[in-house]
C-alpha cells in the first residue's frame, strides 16, 4: 500500500483544494413565469412568493 514518504504542506494543500473551485459552473438564473423575476432554481420567488406555480409565501 502506498504511503506518503514526506508530510504534503499546508501550502500544497490548500494550493490542491483551491484549485477546485475555478472548475465550479456559475449558477443559473431563471424567469419567475409569474412576475418575471430573476430566481434561484429550486428556490421561491422573493418577489411573489410562488414556487411551482402556487403562493407558498406571503408576501405583501
Given at each position: 500500500?502506498?504511503?506518503?514518504?514526506?508530510?504534503?504542506?499546508?501550502?500544497?494543500?490548500?494550493?490542491?483544494?483551491?484549485?477546485?473551485?475555478?472548475?465550479?459552473?456559475?449558477?443559473?438564473?431563471?424567469?419567475?413565469?409569474?412576475?418575471?423575476?430573476?430566481?434561484?432554481p429550486?428556490?421561491?420567488?422573493?418577489?411573489?412568493?410562488?414556487?411551482?406555480?402556487?403562493?407558498?409565501?406571503?408576501?405583501?
Amino acid at each position: 500500500m502506498g504511503v506518503p514518504k514526506k508530510r504534503t504542506s499546508k501550502m500544497r494543500r490548500d494550493r490542491r483544494r483551491a484549485a477546485n473551485n475555478n472548475l465550479r459552473s456559475a449558477v443559473q438564473v431563471i424567469k419567475c413565469p409569474k412576475c418575471k423575476e430573476p430566481v434561484l432554481p429550486h428556490r421561491a420567488c422573493a418577489a411573489c412568493g410562488t414556487y411551482g406555480g402556487r403562493e407558498v409565501v406571503a408576501t405583501e
